[in-house]
């Protein structure tokens, strides 16, 4: 048993993963704001605080990128699973769970919309994949 409940943790992880989003989003606007810490093109002076901070950074965006695959996941797997799910909708197949249906809608709504601003602004499509691997486990509680 842990001395921190999972509970914490996640809502821990969910406000964290926002703050990455955010910061990726303000650095990508402002690079001249980026920290000396994570410039990877100047190592040679960095203080044992700044290493702790580019160690700290990293793995956020690596719990970050594993948000972001999840997110891609979910979006590449809606249509197949509405595919699949036709003779249940149109009302041949047995029993389904409608909180289910209504999510990959969703995800299939958000892939629809991904492709439309890609297909008009690749930075608009990157920056809503951003916001969505950020904030993606409100957005999957909200859709579920």
């Known amino acids: 048993m842990s001395l921190v409940p999972r509970v914490v943790v996640r809502r821990w992880l969910e406000v964290m993963l926002a703050v990455v989003s955010i910061a990726m ?3 990508n606007a402002y690079p001249q704001s980026m920290p000396r810490a994570l410039d ?9 605080g700044d290493w702790v901070f580019r ?4 793995g956020l965006l ?10 891609l996941f979910f979006l590449l797997y809606s249509p197949i699973y509405l595919v699949n799910k036709i003779p249940h909708l149109v009302g041949k197949g047995g029993w389904l769970d409608k ?3 209504r999510f990959y809608l969703a995800c299939f709504a958000l892939v629809c ?3 439309t601003l890609f297909a008009h602004s690749v930075d ?8 969505l691997a950020g904030f993606g486990p409100l957005v999957w509680r909200l859709l579920v």
Request: charged share 10%.
């Open 99 to 101: 909180r289910e249906v």
């Open 55 to 58: 160690g700290m950074a990293f």
């Open 124 to 131: 608009a499509a990157a920056i809503l994949f951003v916001v």
């Open 25 to 27: 989003l303000y650095l």
């Open 62 to 71: 690596g719990i970050w990128g594993f948000s972001g695959l999840v997110v």
């Open 40 to 48: 990877l093109s100047n190592d040679a002076n960095l203080s044992l």
């Open 113 to 115: 919309l991904l492709v």
